[in-house]
């Protein structure tokens, strides 16, 4: 079982063959330019589980000649070029094999019907922003899924609105309080939509509404920038509220 039935020999035959292909792919994929793994296009992508269809037979099947493979490997090289040339020279044809960069954040504020479209989750897109070192929506000024899939993100030069929605820490390590449509929040700090990033300032005593957006109906305290500090009033301290020493001794004085 270990062995199987061919004799001693093939195995020497294996590592010939192995060589002999390994060394033809190899001359061909420097000859076409093949970019990194992780930075394949559509057509290079196919051009990989094409090789790897035609090269693994070749090397340990005894019936199947190395000319037959060289000749499948070959084709499949010139297809790519084919392809690679059509998509160069054909705007139309290179949307509908590479496909097109996706706008996926614009000015703080999550294009929502695009990430639907493409059927990626919140979860990916705030991982991918995190990455790029992204704690809330407002720093971003535009953020684009790259036909690669990796994920272009263009800061802001000053943060697009002082409160904005938070990613950081990730949600499924500190969730952050949720507030619904219809709840009546307490405070006076505004609101993010979890859905678009929407930011709303509420209305003292009024329910939540869905957002005017998205429809959204989940909402987050917006987070402000790290540093800022919430308006205090005249004559107060932030930590105890009580009057300022010097403004209370000229009210003595008047």
Same mark, same amino acid.
């Given at each position: 079982?270990?062995?199987? %039935?061919?004799?001693?020999?093939?195995?020497?035959?294996?590592?010939?063959?192995?060589?002999?292909?390994?060394?033809?792919?190899?001359?061909?994929?420097?000859?076409?330019?093949?970019?990194?793994?992780?930075?394949?296009?559509?057509?290079?992508?196919?051009?990989?589980?094409?090789?790897?269809?035609?090269?693994?037979?070749?090397?340990?099947?005894? %019936?199947?000649?190395?000319?037959?493979?060289?000749?499948?490997?070959?084709?499949?090289?010139?297809? %790519?070029?084919?392809?690679?040339?059509?998509?160069?020279?054909?705007?139309?044809?290179?949307?509908?094999?590479?496909?097109?960069? *996706?706008?996926?954040?614009?000015?703080?504020?999550?294009?929502?019907?695009?990430?639907?479209?493409?059927?990626?989750?919140?979860?990916?897109?705030?991982?991918?922003?995190?990455?790029?070192?992204?704690?809330?929506?407002?720093?971003?000024?535009?953020?684009?899924?790259?036909?690669?899939?990796?994920?272009?993100?263009?800061?802001?030069?000053?943060? *697009?609105?002082?409160?904005?929605?938070?990613?950081?820490?990730?949600?499924?390590?500190?969730?952050?309080?949720?507030?619904?449509?219809?709840?009546?929040? %307490?405070?006076?700090?505004?609101?993010?939509?979890?859905?678009?990033?929407?930011?709303?300032?509420?209305?003292?005593?009024?329910?939540?509404?869905?957002?005017?957006?998205?429809?959204?109906?989940?909402?987050?305290?917006?987070?402000?920038?790290?540093?800022?500090?919430?308006?205090?009033?005249?004559?107060?301290?932030?930590?105890?509220?009580?009057?300022?020493?010097?403004?209370?001794?000229?009210?003595?004085?008047?």
């Amino acid at each position: 079982m270990f062995f199987g %039935d061919e004799p001693p020999l093939f195995l020497a035959e294996i590592a010939i063959r192995t060589i002999i292909i390994y060394v033809y792919t190899l001359l061909l994929i420097r000859w076409i330019g093949s970019r990194s793994i992780g930075q394949l296009s559509m057509v290079e992508f196919l051009l990989v589980i094409a090789l790897g269809s035609a090269v693994g037979d070749a090397m340990f099947y005894p %019936d199947v000649p190395l000319v037959h493979c060289m000749v499948v490997i070959t084709m499949v090289v010139l297809l %790519d070029k084919f392809l690679s040339l059509l998509v160069s020279r054909s705007a139309i044809l290179e949307d509908a094999i590479e496909g097109k960069s *996706i706008e996926v954040v614009r000015d703080g504020l999550i294009c929502w019907k695009e990430l639907e479209r493409m059927n990626i989750g919140h979860d990916e897109l705030f991982e991918q922003l995190r990455l790029n070192k992204i704690e809330r929506l407002g720093e971003v000024r535009g953020a684009y899924f790259e036909t690669n899939g990796l994920l272009s993100v263009f800061r802001a030069e000053a943060e *697009i609105k002082p409160e904005s929605l938070s990613i950081m820490p990730p949600w499924d390590v500190s969730k952050p309080r949720q507030f619904e449509a219809g709840s009546t929040p %307490d405070g006076d700090r505004q609101f993010a939509c979890i859905r678009c990033a929407t930011v709303v300032d509420p209305v003292e005593g009024k329910a939540l509404s869905a957002c005017p957006r998205c429809g959204g109906e989940t909402w987050h305290r917006a987070a402000p920038p790290p540093g800022a500090t919430q308006e205090q009033e005249p004559g107060k301290t932030a930590r105890s509220g009580k009057p300022k020493k010097g403004v209370a001794r000229r009210s003595q004085t008047e």
